[in-house]
């Protein structure tokens, strides 16, 4: 999105700080329980952290509730039998014992083979290369495809990156290049177009203001559910960590 960030701490707060071309502080908690505070260009360390300061209690308090509502759920399983999303849709999951590792995603199963298939963690790394992998494979032909549906709008990118993101679905740098999570490939196409045009955006408008909103509305008029939609997901599923 067209920032620049660093990360900072104020008392028992720590948060990100992305500086962009807004005209005013803003404070998020956001479901995940981490802090974001979006700033204008050039304010100070001293500012920033005068106003965290004052804002502490009230911010500490969301964290909180955040915190609490994710660790009172259940942690995602990976035993036999259990259930995973992948391309919006529920998965289950079908392990078995061999000497070499694979992962295959068959119909409504997925199907993975290792030696210790008991070890629920060697399960989650197995199978969160396998979904880095299909993100690779998915998000790159899918990005391009939705520059395509909207070539009268010009977008040209400087470079596109699929990594693993703990905090945020997508980013987009000044210099234009955009990030894409590979958490994505658990979501349906609707969330990820959403994401991708998203970060497209800002392509044009390095910002938030009311330009930028009036070309999301425009090429994706859905987009307040969908981001709704998203939220609800990160507080009722666990990413693979």
């Not at 295959?104 to 083979?113: A, P, R, T």
């Not at 909103?213 to 960590?241: H, Q």
């Given at each position: 999105?067209?920032?620049?960030?660093?990360?900072?701490?104020?008392?028992?707060?720590?948060?990100?700080?992305?500086?962009?071309?807004?005209?005013?502080?803003?404070?998020?908690?956001?479901?995940?329980?981490?802090?974001?505070?979006?700033?204008?260009?050039?304010?100070?360390?001293?500012?920033?952290?005068?106003?965290?300061?004052?804002?502490?209690?009230?911010?500490?308090?969301?964290?909180?509730?955040?915190?609490?509502?994710?660790?009172?759920?259940?942690?995602?399983?990976?035993?036999?039998?259990?259930?995973?999303?992948?391309?919006?849709?529920?998965?289950?999951?079908?392990?078995?014992?061999?000497?070499?590792?694979?992962?295959?995603?068959?119909?409504?199963?997925?199907?993975?083979?290792?030696?210790?298939?008991?070890?629920?963690?060697?399960?989650?790394?197995?199978?969160?290369?396998?979904?880095?992998?299909?993100?690779?494979?998915?998000?790159?032909?899918?990005?391009?495809?939705?520059?395509?549906?909207?070539?009268?709008?010009?977008?040209?990118?400087?470079?596109?990156?699929?990594?693993?993101?703990?905090?945020?679905?997508?980013?987009?740098?000044?210099?234009?290049?955009?990030?894409?999570?590979?958490?994505?490939?658990?979501?349906?196409?609707?969330?990820?177009?959403?994401?991708?045009?998203?970060?497209?955006?800002?392509?044009?408008?390095?910002?938030?203001?009311?330009?930028?909103?009036?070309?999301?509305?425009?090429?994706y008029p859905d987009w307040k559910r969908a981001r709704k939609e998203m939220k609800a997901y990160i507080l009722n599923e666990r990413f693979i960590r």
């Amino acid at each position: 999105m067209a920032e620049a960030e660093n990360i900072q701490k104020v008392g028992n707060v720590e948060f990100r700080v992305v500086f962009s071309r807004r005209r005013t502080l803003g404070i998020s908690v956001l479901p995940d329980a981490s802090v974001i505070v979006r700033v204008p260009y050039r304010t100070s360390r001293k500012t920033i952290s005068r106003i965290v300061g004052e804002k502490s209690a009230w911010i500490i308090r969301h964290r909180d509730n955040f915190k609490n509502q994710y660790q009172n759920k259940p942690g995602r399983s990976y035993t036999n039998g259990s259930s995973q999303l992948f391309r919006g849709s529920t998965y289950i999951l079908n392990l078995s014992e061999s000497r070499k590792k694979f992962v295959k995603f068959n119909g409504s199963s997925i199907d993975i083979g290792l030696e210790n298939n008991g070890d629920e963690s060697s399960v989650r790394k197995l199978l969160q290369k396998a979904f880095k992998n299909e993100a690779l494979k998915y998000l790159p032909h899918m990005f391009y495809n939705i520059i395509e549906k909207h070539r009268e709008c010009e977008f040209k990118p400087t470079g596109l990156v699929i990594r693993s993101m703990r905090t945020r679905w997508g980013s987009c740098s000044n210099k234009g290049k955009i990030t894409l999570s590979s958490e994505l490939i658990r979501l349906s196409d609707r969330y990820i177009e959403y994401v991708i045009v998203h970060e497209l955006c800002h392509l044009k408008q390095h910002n938030h203001g009311p330009k930028y909103y009036g070309l999301l509305s425009e090429l994706y008029p859905d987009w307040k559910r969908a981001r709704k939609e998203m939220k609800a997901y990160i507080l009722n599923e666990r990413f693979i960590r």
